[in-house]
């Protein structure tokens, strides 16, 4: 698919890998760009910033927590009153907090549902709209957990079966289901969960979190973006790439679980 003249939204545009996405898009050719933020998020300059370097209105940010459904709703609807279509969805807002992990399944489950919901609506051609693509954010912990951050995991987990479980859906929506898995990337995220000294369960002390966390490789966000651009332009509907240790993008797919069996 090309970018060329699309309208894309992204959530968490505001900064890290969401930011650079919206970037890219734009170098692609994307026609506006739509940053869904919290309001301390810094989206404003995010925004103006792309306007600066690529021109008058291609991004816009609208401040959103994707964890309330009604902001999300309202969000849509500024976005089909501004350009009247949209195309591709890239749901990337999240955090890593087992500490506070209700709040962060609010955020990294039930955002990434809610926008997948209402971007079916929107673009879906069951709904009169004209398809589209929609990218949802998981995560290398997302197929095979992490032990450091096992709530987080589990969140990833779930994107990863949700985002799967849509794709059989692809000839009545027209929407391509996508996954992006990366490993870890340098963000604020991964620097505040560096630096916080709570974790969920007291399974965890902060000398081995910072451990784990130093023996992996590391890319920057930029890289993860480039990975996402190229998951839609060449993505196939269902398609799970993942982008870690800074190496190029590989694809993967999830087995059938009776082609796993093993001796009980
Ligand atoms: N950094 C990594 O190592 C890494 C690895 C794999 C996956 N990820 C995933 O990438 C995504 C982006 O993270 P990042 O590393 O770019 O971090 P980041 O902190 O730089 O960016 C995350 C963005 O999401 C926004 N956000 C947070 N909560 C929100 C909410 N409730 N509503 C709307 N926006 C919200 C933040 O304000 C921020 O702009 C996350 O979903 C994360 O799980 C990150």
Known sequence: MSIEGKIALITGGANGIGFCTARKLLRNGAKAVALLDLGDSGGESAAADLNNEFGKDRAIFIVCDVSKSEQLKESFKKIIDTYESLDILVNIAGIMDDADWEIMVDVNY?????ATILGLHTMGRYKGGNGGTIVNMSSV??????PI????????YAIVGFTQSLKHYHEKTGIRMLTICPGLTTTAMAARFMSSKEHAMDLLDEETA???????????????ATAIIQLIEHGKNGAIFVIENNQPAYAVEVPSYSTLKVPI
């Open 110 to 114: 039930k955002g990434i549902v809610q």
């Open 141 to 146: 912990a997302g197929l095979e957990g992490i």
């Open 149 to 156: 951050a096992p709530i987080y995991g589990g969140t990833q």
């Open 210 to 224: 910072a451990a784990a966390m130093a023996s992996m490789q590391k890319q920057p966000p930029e890289h993860v």
